[in-house]
């Protein structure tokens, strides 16, 4: 197919306003639908550039160099067995007859068929030329397959025009744009027909109908005439550009929140950035109250000082560009007035109660109806809290962790939160301090949750650290108990971000904590019958823990080989690992390591396993006596360096066996049929196992 044919092509949906948290999605996915559905039919190229378009009523794509028909292309269809189709003469049989006539052809096709191998007989084929689709039938279907594989979040039915006819989509949908060039390709989707008309801004449009001229004329015709940008990313930096520029005429900074502004992008076609005040009295609440309440229920951006702290103005977004903005800007801030008001309102009440005096509630609030009540729920946190404290720092820590554990969840019962149910915590630690109970607990109420996500920030007191270990002990071990584990994708109580936050309280934070006992602890608050799910809990934790260690950038060998040493205290991970890195540079590892392979499957192979004594006076030839006075020297020096915590140390000082293992393994049969002997060899393997394995499972590193 020639150049000659192909050109640009441009396709829009108009629609009404779209739900502004899928347009994003919605967008790159009808783009890339259509375009990938038109490269598959051979209309556009592999490579061809596709550009989305998304704003609150259209979505739209550019795909360049789009050919007006593919080209035709050989296909080559599998009919039947030879057998089947030519008699013992040759000739076709009925049923070859009856193929080639649905297929077209007639007897004139059977000296062209071919020959091809298929499994263990011979099979006949009939090559033929597959018309290629037109542009009109390819992009019929590449619409189509587009909008069957939208994300829609929740589909609408409605009437056409002619008031019977229904149809689902996500919003009522009222035009339809298909130009090749400058050429309409008829197509049609949703009861539309498609043209070169379109409609720009609801109030600002040039025009009320903008005609199209070409399909690369669609975003400067919509931006001119229709005031209107149609790119979500480029609407995305506009709006950042002006946000930036505004608050820096004030010496300030608008808060950061991707989120937020790809929202806000998504309700907005001309965005024009307003700034807006409200009153400096209301600045006494926490400044996370009035931002929440001003980024969820109004779509605002609160403005920050250069140390971060809020100040009493804030951006507001708007879709319209009047030459005097203070209409709109009053507006907005009369409209913010009461939703602050509401939050004042809330902070001033809450803090006429104690989180002290609220406890008692929390036995009437349901956690889950086979774990009893938050108050149980909270009753089993302290108690883990308390076991946990004593470990890290004796009776002192143990009783102010206790404290933390009972008011962790008391503000679920405030107005704020009641409100806000993200400020869980945050709104603990606020009225902690309110009711003179200083730093150290405030801040263990409000790190308990921690970390939260991915990336989040650990608690930052050891209070903190004993509750939120607590907390999420309680939550694994109380699921786990009652058969709730995560399957697949589902996960409904993120058990796996749980567990995440575990692991790294005890590796980043270096406690020196046993994984054993702490989910022992865990199971010890429930009854008796929920130990059973002990041991899958544990497994479960070691899938994410691997997960972790290869996330932070280690090999599956490196990490496969710490981790089946078992290490009883799981903050030794990341020096144990440093330690492997290091021993595998060394010449001697990788022969080690197959030597340690060898040595481990010998010893399972023995009989009643092997005891790890040498009795020297069995000890024969020279090289088993060479590697019995290697061991002697070699171990020590290693198990100091392990006791001291050098475990490189550990593992380079293992460098020195090399030799004498392989004259051993050269040199002398283990399995000897005097039972004595075999038994002293066998005993002397599991000595060097032994010695070999204290930081990590060596076999793990053999290729």
């Not at 915590?425 to 607990?441: K, S, V």
Request: charged letters at 25%.
């Amino acid at each position: 197919m020639g150049t000659i044919n192909r050109k640009n092509l441009l396709v829009e949906l108009f629609v009404e306003e779209l739900p502004p948290k899928a347009l994003k999605k919605l967008g790159e996915a009808f783009a890339n639908g259509l375009a990938d559905s038109l490269k598959s039919q051979g209309l556009a190229e592999t490579g061809a550039a596709v550009t989305a378009f998304a704003s609150p009523r259209r979505l739209a794509v550019h795909v360049a160099g789009v050919a007006a028909a593919a080209a035709d292309r050989p296909v080559s269809q599998k009919l039947m067995p030879v057998s089947v189709g030519l008699a013992a003469d040759g000739q076709p049989t009925p049923a070859l007859l009856k193929k080639l006539a649905a297929l077209g052809a007639d007897a004139s096709a059977v000296p062209l068929l071919t020959r091809q191998v298929d499994g263990k007989a011979e099979a006949l084929y009939f090559s033929s030329v597959a018309r290629g689709a037109t542009l009109a039938d390819g992009l019929q279907k590449a619409l189509d397959d587009a909008l069957a594989k939208l994300p829609i979040p929740k589909v609408m039915q409605y009437q056409l025009d002619d008031g019977w006819t229904s149809v689902n989509f996500v919003r009522p949908a009222h035009g339809l744009v298909a130009l090749h060039g400058a050429d309409v390709v008829p197509v049609g989707v949703l009861g539309l027909q498609s043209g070169r008309s379109t409609q720009g801004h609801r109030f600002e449009a040039a025009k009320p109908t903008v005609e199209l001229r070409d399909a690369d004329s669609y975003a400067a015709q919509l931006r001119d005439d229709g005031a209107v940008i149609a790119s979500f990313a480029e609407r995305r930096a506009e709006i950042a550009r002006q946000l930036d520029a505004a608050a820096a005429k004030q010496g300030l900074v608008p808060i950061a929140d991707d989120a937020l502004l790809d929202e806000v992008t998504a309700l907005v076609e001309r965005p024009n950035v307003l700034l807006c005040r409200f009153e400096s009295e209301f600045l006494e609440v926490p400044q996370e109250c009035l931002i929440l309440t001003m980024k969820a229920n109004q779509k605002y951006f609160p403005l920050l000082d250069a140390s971060g702290k809020l100040t009493s103005q804030f951006l507001i977004v708007s879709n319209i560009r009047p030459e005097d903005p203070s209409r709109v800007i009053g507006g907005n801030e009369r409209v913010v007035r009461p939703r602050l008001a509401d939050a004042k309102f809330f902070f001033d009440q809450d803090r006429k109660k104690t989180l002290e005096s609220r406890v008692a509630g929390l036995a009437k609030v349901v956690y889950h109806n086979k774990l009893g009540t938050q108050g149980e729920r909270g009753e089993r946190v302290r108690l883990i809290a308390r076991a946990i404290a004593l470990e890290l720092g004796g009776e002192a820590l143990a009783t102010q962790a206790e404290l933390a554990a009972r008011l962790a969840k008391a503000d679920l019962l405030t107005d704020m939160v009641g409100e806000f149910p993200e400020l869980q915590g945050t709104m603990g630690a606020y009225y902690a301090r309110h009711d003179g109970l200083g730093d150290e607990i405030a801040e263990a109420i409000e790190d308990h949750y921690k970390p939260r996500f991915a990336g989040d920030t650990l608690p930052r007191n050891p209070v903190g650290i004993a509750v939120a270990l607590a907390d999420k002990l309680e939550t694994l071990a109380g699921l786990f108990g009652i058969g709730q584990v995560p399957t697949g994708d589902k996960d409904p109580f993120a058990l796996r971000r749980h567990a995440l936050g575990l692991i790294r309280m005890l590796i980043e934070r270096s406690l020196p904590l046993e994984l054993s006992a702490l989910v022992a602890s865990a199971f010890r608050v429930f009854p008796a019958g929920h130990g059973q799910a002990q041991a899958e809990l544990a497994f479960f934790l070691r899938e994410r823990l691997v997960g972790y260690l290869r996330d932070a950038g280690y090999s599956a060998q490196e990490v496969d080989a710490v981790v089946e040493a078992r290490p009883a205290q799981w903050a030794e991970f990341p020096k144990r690992l440093a330690a492997v890195r290091a021993f595998q540079a060394l010449p001697e590892a990788e022969p080690l390591a197959a030597a340690n392979k060898r040595v481990g499957n010998i010893l399972k192979k023995s009989e009643g396993g092997a005891a790890v004594q040498v009795d020297t006076a069995l000890l024969k030839e020279p090289a088993e006596q060479a590697l019995h006075e290697a061991l002697k020297a070699v171990a020590p020096k290693s198990e100091a360096a392990f006791a001291g915590g050098d475990y490189a140390g550990s593992l380079q000082a293992l460098a020195a066996l090399k030799t004498p293992v392989d004259s051993f393994f050269d040199q002398v049969m283990v399995n000897a049929e005097d039972a004595a002997l075999r038994a002293n060899r066998l005993g002397l393997l599991a000595q060097l196992h032994a010695a070999m394995n204290r930081v990590a499972d060596l076999s793990r590193l053999a290729s």
